[in-house]
């Protein structure tokens, strides 16, 4: 069995492992997910969050207080 990767290499975050990321509430990141700002991906009755989204809602972040 291989341990689990740090947080810095992992490719995808559950739900409440992104609130801690961008200090965000659960419903927050569930309104961003249905407005499109936060993309998501399912796998079976998981909602995953790619890494990528993250980044990409930061970068969106950052664009917008320019």
């Given at each position: 069995m291989t341990?689990?990767?740090p947080a810095r290499d992992r490719r995808l975050y559950r739900?409440?492992?992104a609130m801690h990321l961008?200090?965000?509430s659960r419903s927050v990141i569930?309104?961003?997910i249905r407005s499109g700002r936060l993309r998501s991906v399912t796998q079976g009755r998981?909602?995953?969050i790619p890494a990528s989204?993250?980044?990409d809602y930061?970068?969106?972040l950052e664009q917008e207080a320019s």
């Open positions: 341990p689990p990767l739900v409440c492992e961008l200090s965000l569930y309104e961003l998981t909602r995953l989204a993250i980044e930061i970068a969106l």
